[in-house]
């Protein structure tokens, strides 16, 4: 394993000979000291009461922070920094589907928000009722989020663009009392008309809401229904100047709901609370993105993911960092024409300090020109963060030699928050090794156990499921949504003889304590007695040079009970176009395997696609393949991007 970034400082967090470095320090005051170790980091924020207790874990798994205490997040978001830093910018906002480039400031913003509050505040929203939204990426919905935030309504952000049927499940879940939407969203110039589909599924959903705030683009016609549907403009002028003071919420009261990606069945709703989650995204904020107040946080996800949740809207804004707001493919400028430099020129042009992407926006980037990431000046930049995804190590060590930055792998979940494994390079600078997205964040227990025994596997590099002790840190899931039941079921149940949260991930740890996720529990694959991840598999694909993409999947074999296929999208398209070059490659592949792993895992056949399918978040559905495959039935597909991509794998069998 290689180092990504030649940075100096222990990351071991062993104890013996060595002294104990200031991470690992860190690391065990967290465990061992909860509550004193989170009644500092609390301090990073402001509360109108302070906490009277810093953890009730009386009820296990479920764990209470900071109870007692009362704050607001838009209150840290946005108020907290009007005095210091009013007049800098917090929202910079770029769409390169609609050539549009604008910058809110504090106060600007804390002005945006307010109009929508009482806007939503007209249409009946009060503590704890729930508002869908239903958005593009354009600022409106970062109002809306915090303007929620601030009058104590519950936000449920449902990915835009998601077709009718996702988003009546979400619906009927969420039982909102308003929606709040657009006429369109954009992607690639294609115009997505988002009114006709909300309309389709509040038909399709028993729950229907008493209002829907509509932004207009003037994208798309929109069509309203009398008396429930109302036009923002026409709110937001009337609450112009509209002073809404943040309302002072419990530590405990929910922030929001937001669904996992759907990769490996059907979303569950995620619960999260309010002062925990403020911490912990103040403190990571700190301790792991190394961002500062004043400086340009730039991620680009979406807010219907989670990272668009804790790394767009709140952590950045908490930190009182401007943050970028992206509308578009990484591939196009602002003036609309192709641009595979885009985001460095934003980078150069914001001087963004801290980025934050995912392993697939990297690897489509890895097919534009090179000299695009010389062409910039990307010195402001401290650190790229890659999440969603096991980075394979071409794509890692491609990106890492051309911003010649810290490449900082980083793995968590929905239910998390925020990360659970990568380094704190806020507390200690830690060296990383590709293909680990590194040690335990402060505050998470994780251990690996046998899936089967539930016993420990302390020793390095036994493959078992990673799973994290409660009491879960600050930021954690407080629940699943009106569901005590599935949570504990889902997530707590699943090791026998242990109440242990289950992350349904295969992991190793090496001798140093780094961890590697080695994919799905339910991807391992089963071949002749021995268990193989498909991960590991694919890490060995993606290693041969004409390898863009793959996916492998475990298939039922009568006589060795699985096998492996792979999918493999070629870098050179033409290499594969006729069957005696495919043959070559599928070759050159399996000995590949053979060579890395062992003639056992060599898939049984490779066969080549123009593309995967994947979630709408680009993560693979390695579950659909796999029925498919199977000659299966896919299963729920709410959440697929390309159902076409499917189609293709179909057409092979
Ligand atoms: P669902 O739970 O509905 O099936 P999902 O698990 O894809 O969907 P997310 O919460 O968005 O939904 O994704 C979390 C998962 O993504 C992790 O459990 C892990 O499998 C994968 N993941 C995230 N970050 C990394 C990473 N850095 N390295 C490897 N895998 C990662
Ligand atoms: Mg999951």
Same mark, same amino acid.
Request: charged share 25%.
């Given at each position: 394993?290689?180092?990504?970034?030649?940075?100096?400082?222990?990351?071991?967090?062993r104890?013996?000979?060595k002294?104990?470095?200031?991470?690992?320090?860190?690391?065990?005051?967290s465990?061992?000291?909860?509550?004193?170790?989170?009644?500092?980091?609390?301090?990073?924020?402001?509360?109108?009461?302070?906490?009277?207790?810093?953890?009730?874990?009386?009820?296990?798994?479920?764990?209470?922070?900071f109870?007692?205490?009362t704050t607001?997040?838009?209150?840290?978001?946005?108020?907290?920094?009007?005095?210091?830093?009013?007049?800098?910018?917090?929202l910079?906002?770029?769409?390169?589907e609609?050539?549009?480039?604008?910058s809110?400031?504090?106060?600007?913003?804390?002005?945006?928000v307010?109009?929508?509050?009482?806007?939503?505040?007209?249409?009946?929203?009060?503590?704890?009722?729930r508002?869908?939204?239903?958005?593009?990426?354009?600022?409106?919905a970062?109002?809306?989020?915090l303007?929620?935030?601030?009058?104590?309504?519950?936000?449920?952000v449902?990915?835009g663009?998601f077709?009718?049927?996702?988003?009546?499940?979400?619906?009927?879940?969420?039982?909102p009392?308003?929606?709040?939407?657009?006429?369109?969203?954009?992607?690639?110039?294609?115009?997505?008309?988002?009114?006709p589909?909300?309309?389709?599924a509040?038909?399709?959903?028993?729950?229907?809401?008493?209002?829907?705030l509509?932004f207009?683009?003037?994208?798309?016609?929109m069509?309203?229904?009398e008396?429930?549907?109302?036009?923002?403009?026409?709110?937001?002028?009337?609450?112009?100047?509209?002073?809404?003071?943040?309302?002072?919420?419990?530590?405990?009261d929910?922030?929001?709901?937001?669904?996992?990606s759907?990769?490996?069945?059907?979303?569950? /709703?995620?619960?999260?609370?309010?002062?925990?989650?403020?911490?912990?995204?103040?403190?990571?904020?700190?301790?792991?993105?190394?961002?500062r107040?004043?400086?340009?946080?730039?991620?680009?996800?979406d807010? /219907?993911?989670v990272?668009?949740?804790s790394?767009?809207v709140? /952590?950045?804004?908490?930190?009182?960092m401007?943050?970028i707001?992206y509308?578009?493919?990484?591939?196009?400028?602002?003036?609309?024409?192709?641009?595979?430099?885009?985001?460095?020129?934003?980078v150069?042009?914001?001087?963004v300090?801290?980025?934050?992407?995912?392993?697939?926006?990297?690897?489509?980037?890895?097919k534009?020109?090179?000299?695009?990431?010389?062409?910039?000046d990307?010195?402001?930049l401290?650190?790229l963060?890659?999440?969603?995804?096991?980075?394979?190590?071409p794509?890692?060590?491609?990106i890492?030699e051309?911003?010649g930055?810290?490449?900082i792998?980083?793995y968590?979940?929905t239910?998390?928050?925020?990360p659970?494994?990568?380094?704190a390079?806020?507390?200690?600078?830690?060296?990383?090794?590709?293909?680990?997205?590194?040690?335990?964040?402060?505050?998470?227990?994780?251990?690996?156990?046998?899936?089967?025994?539930?016993?420990?596997?302390?020793?390095?590099?036994?493959?078992?499921?990673?799973?994290?002790?409660?009491?879960t840190?600050?930021g954690?899931?407080?629940?699943?949504?009106?569901?005590?039941?599935?949570f504990?079921?889902?997530?707590?149940?699943?090791?026998?003889?242990?109440?242990?949260?289950?992350?349904?991930d295969?992991?190793?740890?090496?001798?140093?304590?780094?961890?590697?996720?080695?994919?799905?529990?339910?991807?391992?694959?089963?071949?002749?007695?021995?268990?193989?991840?498909?991960?590991?598999?694919?890490?060995?694909?993606?290693?041969?040079?004409?390898?863009?993409?793959?996916?492998?999947?475990?298939?039922?074999?009568?006589?060795?009970?699985?096998?492996a296929?792979?999918?493999v999208?070629?870098?050179?398209?033409?290499a594969?176009?006729?069957e005696?070059?495919?043959l070559?490659l599928?070759?050159e592949?399996m000995?590949?395997?053979?060579?890395?792993?062992?003639?056992?895992?060599?898939?049984?056949r490779?066969?080549?696609?123009?593309?995967l399918?994947?979630?709408?978040s680009?993560?693979?559905?390695?579950?659909?393949?796999?029925?498919?495959?199977?000659?299966?039935?896919? /299963?729920?597909?709410?959440?697929i991007?390309?159902?076409?991509?499917?189609q293709?794998i179909?057409?092979?069998?």
């Amino acid at each position: 394993m290689n180092s990504v970034s030649a940075s100096a400082g222990s990351a071991s967090a062993r104890q013996g000979d060595k002294p104990m470095s200031r991470y690992a320090e860190f690391y065990r005051r967290s465990v061992d000291e909860p509550e004193g170790f989170w009644s500092e980091q609390a301090r990073l924020i402001d509360w109108k009461t302070p906490p009277q207790l810093i953890l009730d874990a009386s009820r296990p798994p479920f764990a209470r922070w900071f109870v007692g205490g009362t704050t607001n997040l838009c209150h840290n978001a946005v108020d907290r920094h009007l005095a210091s830093r009013g007049e800098q910018r917090a929202l910079i906002f770029v769409s390169t589907e609609t050539g549009v480039e604008k910058s809110y400031s504090f106060k600007e913003l804390h002005a945006e928000v307010q109009r929508v509050a009482a806007s939503l505040m007209e249409l009946g929203v009060g503590k704890g009722d729930r508002v869908l939204i239903y958005m593009p990426m354009i600022p409106e919905a970062a109002f809306a989020m915090l303007a929620c935030a601030r009058i104590g309504a519950i936000h449920c952000v449902v990915f835009g663009g998601f077709a009718s049927g996702s988003l009546a499940s979400r619906i009927e879940d969420a039982t909102p009392k308003v929606i709040v939407s657009a006429d369109a969203g954009s992607r690639g110039n294609k115009i997505l008309a988002y009114k006709p589909l909300l309309d389709e599924a509040i038909r399709l959903s028993s729950h229907k809401p008493d209002a829907v705030l509509l932004f207009d683009r003037e994208l798309a016609p929109m069509e309203l229904s009398e008396g429930r549907d109302h036009l923002a403009s026409v709110l937001l002028e009337k609450h112009r100047d509209a002073e809404v003071p943040c309302t002072w919420l419990d530590a405990t009261d929910i922030s929001y709901t937001i669904y996992t990606s759907g990769t490996t069945g059907k979303p569950k /709703g995620v619960q999260r609370d309010t002062g925990g989650y403020a911490v912990a995204l103040a403190a990571s904020m700190q301790h792991i993105f190394d961002g500062r107040a004043g400086e340009t946080y730039f991620s680009t996800s979406d807010i /219907g993911w989670v990272v668009g949740h804790s790394y767009i809207v709140y /952590g950045p804004l908490i930190a009182g960092m401007a943050t970028i707001m992206y509308e578009g493919l990484p591939t196009q400028g602002i003036d609309q024409q192709p641009d595979g430099g885009i985001w460095w020129r934003l980078v150069e042009k914001y001087k963004v300090t801290v980025m934050f992407s995912a392993p697939t926006a990297v690897r489509v980037l890895k097919k534009q020109d090179p000299a695009l990431l010389k062409k910039y000046d990307l010195s402001s930049l401290r650190a790229l963060f890659l999440a969603g995804e096991p980075l394979d190590e071409p794509t890692g060590r491609w990106i890492s030699e051309g911003l010649g930055v810290p490449i900082i792998d980083n793995y968590w979940q929905t239910e998390s928050g925020w990360p659970i494994l990568t380094v704190a390079n806020g507390v200690e600078r830690t060296p990383s090794k590709f293909g680990s997205p590194g040690v335990p964040m402060y505050g998470f227990k994780v251990k690996i156990l046998h899936e089967s025994t539930g016993e420990e596997l302390a020793g390095p590099d036994e493959k078992g499921v990673v799973v994290i002790e409660g009491p879960t840190p600050p930021g954690f899931m407080q629940t699943v949504w009106r569901d005590d039941e599935r949570f504990v079921n889902t997530y707590w149940k699943s090791v026998p003889g242990k109440l242990v949260y289950s992350t349904f991930d295969w992991g190793i740890r090496d001798a140093d304590g780094y961890f590697y996720i080695l994919g799905r529990t339910d991807d391992v694959i089963n071949v002749a007695g021995h268990r193989l991840g498909t991960r590991e598999i694919e890490e060995s694909i993606s290693g041969h040079a004409n390898v863009a993409e793959v996916a492998v999947v475990g298939v039922a074999d009568a006589l060795k009970g699985q096998v492996a296929l792979a999918f493999v999208v070629a870098k050179d398209g033409a290499a594969v176009a006729d069957e005696q070059a495919a043959l070559q490659l599928e070759g050159e592949i399996m000995k590949r395997v053979s060579d890395d792993l062992g003639a056992l895992a060599r898939p049984a056949r490779v066969r080549f696609v123009t593309a995967l399918p994947k979630t709408r978040s680009g993560k693979l559905l390695r579950r659909a393949i796999q029925a498919v495959c199977e000659q299966r039935d896919p /299963g729920d597909l709410t959440t697929i991007d390309d159902p076409s991509t499917l189609q293709q794998i179909k057409n092979l069998f």
